[in-house]
Structure formats: C-alpha cells, structure tokens
C-alpha cells in the first residue's frame, strides 16, 4: 500500500488516508472518536511530510484538539502505555497490541512565543498549551512549510495555510512566515533546515538561505549558569546531531550546504580551512576530501573490498582524513560535537575510536610494504571488518590524490594478499574463520609467563598456520615445542 503514497496521481488526502487506514499503531481513533465526538486527531510534521512524498514514516506525530488534557491522558492510560513527557506537553503513547513499536507523539495545541529572558534556543520559548487552539494557529508556530501541514483524520481533509505541500512538490525549503524570526526564536531551525535540503535533496528557498546565512552565530549564543560558569545554549550534541543525519544521507551535499552557509567554519574550522591548502596538482585538500567522500559512496569500490557500502564511521573518517593535524584532530572534533551520539546500530552511528584507527593506519603502505609483513599482523590489520574499511578509505584516497605511487601499488598487493587468506580461511576454517591450533595456555604449560615474547610465539605459528607451514594441532605444538627449546 506504500508504493501509492508515492503517486502523484493520488490525492495527498488520499495518500494519507491510506497511511491511516494501514497504520496499525492507529487502530484506536475510531475507539477515540466515539469516546470524544468533539475532539480533532491531525497528523501533522515529518509524518504527513513523509507520507506525501512516498516515504515510511518511522515516527508518528499527531495534535489532539478538543480535549481536556486530562481526559485524555486518562484514555490515554487504559489503552495502552503512556508519560507526559518534556515542557512542549507531549505524550509518548504505546497502544495496546502494538508492544516493541516506536511510540506515537501526540501533542497538545499550543503557541510559542519569546520571553523576557530568550536565548534564541528552543528550552528558552514560552510555551502555552489550549485544546481549543485553531490546528492552523498551531501549524503556524512550526519551522518550514513542509512540515507545517495536517492531515484531519476525521474528515479527510489536509490543511495546508502556508502553501507547504507546492514546496514539497517544488523540492524546496521555505521557512513559515518570517525566515528572521523563525531561526531567532530557535537558532537550531537553521541545521534542521540544512539537515533537510541534504535528506531530501531539496533546494532552499532565496530569503530563507539568506536568512540562515544571517543568522548562523545565533548557534554560539552563550548564557550564564548561576555558578557564573557559561554555556552554549545551543548544545553541540545538537550541532553534531543535525550535521551527522544530514551527512549519512547525502555526505558531499551536506558539507557543501555547511561550507556555504558558515556553519562549517563555526564547528569545524581545520576542516574550511582545507579550501586554502593548495596542492602540487593545484587542487585544494577540500576539494580532494569531497572527491574521497564521493569515491566512498561508490559502491563498487566498497565491494572490492568486502564492503556492501561505506559505514557512518567510514564516511566520517574520508571526510576528516585530509587533516593537518590528522587522527588527533578528528578525534577532538568527534567527541567534541558528539559524533558518537547515536547506538552503534543506528544509521548515523560513528565510532569516534574506530574512526582515528582508520585515519591512523591510512598511509601504513607509505612506510611498509604488505608483502613483507607478518601474515598474523596483516592478518589483524586486514582480515575484519575494520581492515576492510581500511582499504576502502585508502582505495578512496589513492585514487582523489590523482597520483600514481609506491602506496598505490602496495594497496593491490594487499587486496590480492587478503584475498587469498580470506579463499584459505574459506577453504580450511569454520564460517570464513580459521580457529588458532594453539592458545596462550599451551604456552604457559610449556612454562613461558605473560610476557612480550609470550605473544610472539603465538604470532610466530599463527604465522606457519596461515602459510599452511603447519596444518593441525600437532604440528602446531612442534612448532612451539621447538620454538622454545631456542629461546
């Protein structure tokens, strides 16, 4: 049923219906509108915006009118899970049958306006909340126009007061109302806005990129705590969470969007100021770092690698990989705008740890030729997931450098190495993996203690295993046997 949200030849009152129809986490309105004949049920925000433009929402947004607060709070509670969340009277509510699923938002109507004491940040808004509020009152307090629409579920009808569903056909961002005063009242509007052109590859209507290039250093407004210590009022997390969801979406787009918008030379200077450093082939190292991002994307050279795609981690770790400073720089600028945020499995999830190894091993063939190596140490460098991002990354970066070299060269003959361990490992082991014949406790029964030559004995016959010098656990113990009576 979700392939005919994307036709436009349906009407997007008809594409929501059908969203609502199918929705099973929507079951009970027909339940609620028998117990409240009065009360309006909108979708409204990213849900309806997603709904008309062919996408599956995972979040549902919904404004109830009509109701009492505690009322519904109440019929809230006996059909399912519910907690009034947040100063914005928000409702995280799970219905009954619908356990493990994401939990539906359902907010009050309200406005927001500015108080003596704003800071252009979202917590500094007054806040007042009315059931009887008009669902165009409410939209009209909401940031762009594509997300200022509702869909009536009663009746079947769309609101739409400030034209958002032509920019959504448009492909474009327009602030509601007044582009000045929307990213006064909450500065962060600015990034979700950048967020959004990069997500959905949107352009961004004329005095609202005026207006966000205007007012970018609200994001550094400070305040005051009453130790007298200050704070960003705009929380970085917030910074690296906009730029991070744009950036999994569309890597280069989003960094040109922050480039031009200044933000990039608010929250990573090292990374603008590339646009100066000028190469031996005239190009800058900005220009270079947007060729690796895209070279990441391709998804043939991943594949040749052992990758289905570039990870979020691999992703950030090209982009910050032309550094003057290298992996110490992008590690600060990782955990300072809370890059690491997000769970492992989330699709924006960076490991800001995994990240620095990457750019700390990425000119390892400058120095050292892979043939020569210890095939247990290639084999810890390059036969997992991390070695194969490793690759990956410096596929990506031999090839944005345009030259041809020695490191170059060297990254074929690594290919061509792991591959033949990997066909091995295949061949001999259990699941692609090749279990150890000996373990650190066959040496300490031989009576060698932990130590440094503790771990090159066992590296010396994982060495004769993965050259096939030994193929079981008997040779294995010779090996050892024989290794130690030199010692």
């Keep these: 049923m979700l392939v005919q949200y994307a036709r436009q030849s349906h009407p997007p009152e008809l594409r929501a219906a059908l969203f609502v129809e199918s929705e099973k986490r929507l079951t009970w309105l027909g339940f609620f509108y028998t117990d409240f004949p009065n009360a309006d049920v909108y979708l409204v925000g990213g849900t309806l915006r997603d709904i008309l433009i062919g996408r599956m929402p995972q979040d549902i947004d919904l404004v109830i009118r009509n109701v009492d607060p505690e009322q519904l709070e109440q019929w809230l509670l006996q059909h399912g899970a519910a907690e009034f969340v947040g100063r914005f009277g928000t409702f995280k509510f799970i219905p009954h049958g619908c356990g493990g699923s994401e939990p539906i938002d359902i907010a009050l109507p309200r406005t927001e306006f500015i108080g003596d004491k704003h800071e252009s940040a979202r917590d500094s808004m007054e806040v007042k909340f009315d059931p009887s509020l008009s669902i165009k009152d409410d939209l009209a307090r909401r940031d762009f126009t594509i997300n200022a629409m509702a869909f009536d579920t009663r009746r079947g009808r769309l609101i739409d007061p400030f034209l958002g569903l032509n920019d959504l056909y448009a492909n474009l961002i327009q602030s509601v109302l007044i582009p000045e005063q929307r990213f006064y009242e909450d500065a962060t509007r600015i990034l979700r806005g950048l967020r959004f052109a ?70 990573m200077p090292q990374l603008a100021a590339l646009e100066t450093q000028i190469e031996s082939d005239t190009k800058s190292a900005y220009h270079k770092t947007l060729d690796v991002l895209g070279l990441l994307q391709k998804k043939d050279i991943a594949r040749r690698h052992g990758l289905s795609k570039a990870s979020p981690t691999l992703l950030l770790a090209g982009l910050l990989s032309h550094l003057e400073d290298g992996p110490d720089q992008a590690y600060e600028i990782c955990t300072r ?151």
């Design 198 to 267: 990069s997500q959905l590859q949107f352009g961004i209507e004329k005095d609202t990129w005026g207006a966000m290039k205007a007012n970018i250093a609200l994001l550094n407004n400070l305040s005051m705590d009453d130790d007298g210590s200050h704070r960003y009022v705009v929380p970085r997390e917030s910074i690296g969470r906009e730029f991070l969801l744009g950036f999994v979406a569309h890597p280069v787009h989003t960094v040109q969007l922050w480039k031009e918008a200044k933000a990039l030379h608010l929250y």
């Design 337 to 487: 705008l809370y890059f690491h945020q997000f769970p492992s499995d989330h699709k924006a999830g960076i490991d800001c740890k995994r990240m620095f190894w990457l750019l700390k091993h990425v000119h390892t063939f400058n120095e050292t030729d892979p043939a020569s190596m210890r095939p247990s140490l290639f084999e810890k460098l390059f036969l997992n997931q991390r070695g194969a991002e490793l690759l990956t990354l410096m596929h990506a970066h031999f090839i944005a450098s345009g030259k041809h070299s020695i490191a170059r060269e060297r990254l074929h003959t690594a290919a061509r190495i792991r591959g033949e361990l990997m066909r091995h490992m295949l061949n001999e082991g259990e699941d692609g993996r090749l279990p150890r014949l000996i373990t650190g406790k066959d040496i300490k029964q031989a009576g060698i203690e932990p130590g440094p030559g503790y771990r090159d004995l066992l590296d010396r016959v994982r060495d004769a295993q993965l050259t096939r010098a030994i193929v079981n656990r008997d040779q294995a113990l010779n090996l050892l046997d024989a290794m130690i009576a030199e010692l």
